[in-house]
């Protein structure tokens, strides 16, 4: 299919039209005469379809090598679709589309620091809270400089924002200072249990020591107030800047200030600060049947987008899914992402939203995200069988350092939306939950089925960060759901709740085979409620909390375990709730290395399998190659033979899993490993 653009002899790339950031839009398209911006071309494309309406080939836009600064996103419709024999080909040469603007002109003071006046930040209202150094986030100053303030009192909400959640909380004396500098552009991030409320400061009382917001969280629940003991950091406090590496902007002045790090020269870095939220959007209509069909994008970068906080403060329930997207999709169809990469994101990497189907994200980096990196579907229910999202597949692909402004933010998300394929990928590094599927809590209505999660690594997953998540998270009744053949391991919560699968509220009639599943804080399997799913075949190792945990008894089969390896230290096996009978264990295989006898929830084996559980199970070490460095693989005449255990083929742990290669993390975190 993209033939067309192989190099061919030391030649220049076959291109219907191309761009170059030296270009000029009143060029004809040509290598000697290149457009300047991409929309030049995506126009030229258009004429030149309909002068063609025919072709049997693809029509390629080549990009040259460079930097193409956009100051809004790359707009397409239905108008810019190709076909299946003739797709529209985005690609070229170590490309990059950029949201940003590279910061020149910079001078040295007295203290080494590298400054710099910015009148669109004080005349025109420019805002950013991201700044990137020779392709590296960094961070803006914070308090406290190691760990976290904790609120010392929950206090009632104003009288403004009864009904609306949290607004306000007690403060310990000497944490928050009213005399701070520029005090509305100082932030407080609050943590709560699995998400965290990013709010501007209102006022600071020091008599009564209550700090308030701009504005309240905007959900009347428990779990989202400021409570007693919830931990908190401010971030964008000028006097606290001093560090190497951290940076400010004073948004009265205009003035930006960044301390360089050891061996950085202030005329050989590049310093990039975004401006726009979104590159691409790919907006077809449909509701009415209009959309973007056989459009491909390859080998392009896009890089540098926007996110700024809004005057009231930010707050949302789980997941951060309201938030937007670098690469944005409705309607696109039959098209692509094919080895590019997204990276230093403001917001999620890609969105497919309404009417979005059979779009493939293959060999693609979706890093340094300041939120997630893909989301499928929506959190709404549609009526109209076209409009959910479905049949994406994101393949090959590694997604990580994720969650750097928005720690809740998910590596892939997937909501109302079915027959969507997540294969071979490697998610890693986030604070929150490195796969979730479904949106529907309890059993009531779902759109979420069918769906593959299937031979991914996914890996340091929460950091200490936020709790109850996991390595893949489910909500809902899901028939035809698989999570298969997957490497999931060092998953740590702040408190409760570091699993590694974890079949959340309904989650029903999913199958879950073939996983590796190891050193997790809480478990490495648990099912909150759910009905008929089916765990098999699977190896949970090393959890330090639990190995297996089931929270509800009900008066269906919650679920059936059977012919999986479960191995572990001194944790109990077995946690939370047991009572009644409704889940069936057998076929499975025991062993704590510390010779300790095992407790099956309170009983011997001899009176659990009175109840018609562990029949057939053995009490026996498995004869794991090296488990300690994460090789479970079966010497010969392992016991596993007497479970009908069939070895798993699951993904290599990566080199990426060493943390020293890593970039810093963007909050405190307490790592286990």
Not at 262 to 270: A, R, T, V
Not at 335 to 349: A, S, V
Not at 565 to 575: E, F, H, N, R, T
Request: glycine share 10%; with cysteine.
């Amino acid at each position: 299919m993209l033939a067309a653009i192989c190099m061919s002899g030391g030649t220049a790339p076959v291109a219907d039209f191309v761009v170059s950031p030296t270009g000029n839009d009143a060029g004809r398209g040509t290598h000697r005469s290149p457009f300047k911006t991409v929309e030049r071309a995506r126009d030229a494309v258009r004429s030149f379809r309909k002068l063609h309406p025919r072709l049997d080939r693809p029509v390629v836009v080549w990009l040259q090598k460079g930097r193409y600064e956009l100051d809004r996103p790359l707009r397409l419709t239905s108008e810019d679709s190709g076909t299946e024999a003739s797709p529209t080909v985005f690609t070229g040469d170590h490309a990059v589309l950029s949201g940003g603007r590279e910061i020149r002109d910079w001078h040295v003071d007295e203290k080494g620091w590298w400054k710099t006046e910015l009148p669109e930040v004080r005349d025109a209202g420019w805002r950013f809270v991201q700044l990137f150094v020779d392709g590296k986030r960094r961070f803006r100053p914070r308090l406290p400089k190691q760990g976290y303030y904790t609120i010392s009192e929950q206090v009632p909400p104003t009288e403004a924002s009864k009904g609306h959640g949290s607004d306000r909380f007690g403060f310990r004396p000497g944490d928050v200072d009213p005399s701070w500098h520029a005090l509305s552009d100082v932030e407080v991030l609050c943590f709560h249990i699995w998400d965290m409320s990013r709010m501007r400061i209102g006022s600071i009382d020091t008599s009564s020591h209550i700090l308030t917001t701009t504005g309240p969280t905007g959900y009347d629940a428990g779990w989202a107030d400021f409570t007693k003991g919830n931990r908190y950091l401010v971030e964008n406090v000028k006097e606290a800047l001093g560090d190497p590496g951290q940076w400010y902007l004073d948004t009265r002045s205009g003035e930006l200030t960044y301390i360089p790090l050891p061996g950085e020269k202030l005329h050989s870095c590049s310093i990039i600060a975004p401006r726009i939220n979104r590159l691409v959007e790919i907006e077809g209509d449909p509701v009415n049947r209009h959309f973007v069909d056989h459009v491909v994008f390859r080998d392009l970068t896009f890089a540098e987008t926007n996110w700024t906080l809004d005057p009231k403060g930010r707050f949302y329930p789980q997941a951060e899914v309201d938030l937007g997207a670098t690469i944005h999709a409705n309607g696109w169809r039959d098209g692509g992402l094919y080895e590019c990469e997204i990276c230093r994101t403001g917001e999620y990497g890609i969105e497919f939203q309404s009417g979005c189907r059979n779009v493939t994200v293959d060999r693609c980096k979706l890093l340094d995200l300041g939120a997630g990196g893909v989301k499928i579907g929506e959190t709404k229910l549609y009526d109209d069988d076209q409009l959910p999202a479905q049949g994406i597949t994101v393949s090959n692909s590694e997604i990580g350092h994720g969650g750097r402004l928005h720690p809740a933010a998910i590596g892939v998300w997937i909501g109302q939306s079915s027959s969507n394929k997540i294969v071979n990928n490697h998610i890693f590094d986030l604070y929150y939950t490195g796969v979730s599927i479904g949106w529907t809590w309890g059993y009531g209505k779902s759109q979420a089925h069918d769906n593959i999660i299937a031979n991914n690594e996914i890996n340091d997953i929460g950091q200490g960060v936020l709790s109850d998540m996991g390595g893949i998270y489910t909500l809902g009744i899901q028939p035809g759901t698989k999570l298969t053949g997957n490497r999931i391991h060092d998953i740590d919560s702040f408190s409760y709740g570091g699993w590694g699968i974890y079949p959340d509220e309904g989650s029903s009639h999913e199958l879950i085979e073939n996983n590796l599943v190891y050193r997790t804080k809480s478990g490495g399997f648990h099912q909150h409620y759910g009905e008929a799913n089916t765990v098999r075949n699977n190896i949970f190792a090393f959890a330090r909390e639990a190995e297996i945990i089931r929270t509800r008894a009900e008066d269906h089969l919650s679920f059936t375990f059977e012919h999986n390896i479960v191995y572990w230290k001194d944790a109990p096996l077995l946690g939370s709730n047991w009572s009644g009978n409704n889940f069936r264990l057998d076929n499975n295989l025991y062993w704590r290395t510390d010779g300790k006898p095992i407790d099956f929830a309170g009983m011997t084996l001899a009176a659990w399998q009175a109840k018609g559980n562990d029949v057939h199970s053995v009490i026996a070490d498995p004869l794991f190659v090296a488990p300690e460095r994460g090789d479970f693989h079966l010497r010969l005449h392992s016991p596993a033979e007497l479970i009908a255990f069939k070895s798993l083929t699951v993904p290599a742990a990566s080199e990426r899993s060493k943390r020293a290669d890593w970039p810093p993390p963007a909050f405190p975190t307490s790592h286990f490993f």
